[in-house]
């Protein structure tokens, strides 16, 4: 940015922030024809909008399955709401559902809303 006559032109970065300021991503301008066309954040800043599907992984590292939705407040991430067929399981908490089958290798858990309400052992 020419600082003197306050122009932009192409290539020039410019502070982006949230509506609710805070910390800033540079972002670099697109001038056609003497008008801002646009600014470009880097490929490491993000944009999201509230209702946004975005993947959430565990800390292996693995895909957690279902349509996650972000959620949106005053410019920053507030939360990820995960899909009602994925419950969120904690080590050593003691979970109490009924359950059914004869234990061998394998537990099937049914997740409605959020929450285990069976597993099945096979």
Do not use: F
């Amino acid at each position: 940015m020419n600082y003197t006559t306050g122009k932009l032109s192409s290539g020039d970065t410019v502070p982006v922030r949230s509506s609710a300021g805070g910390a800033a991503v540079d972002g670099v301008v697109q001038v056609a024809n003497g008008a801002l066309v646009d600014i470009r954040i880097p490929s490491t800043g993000t944009m999201l909008a509230n209702g946004d599907t975005v993947v959430v992984k565990n800390s292996a590292g693995t895909t957690v399955t279902g349509t996650h939705t972000a959620e949106v407040s005053a410019g920053v991430l507030a939360d990820v709401k995960l899909a009602s067929t994925v419950a969120g399981v904690v080590s050593g908490v003691d979970i109490v559902v009924p359950v059914t089958g004869v234990y061998a290798t394998k537990i099937t858990p049914t997740v409605v809303a959020g929450v285990i309400t069976a597993i099945v052992l096979s």
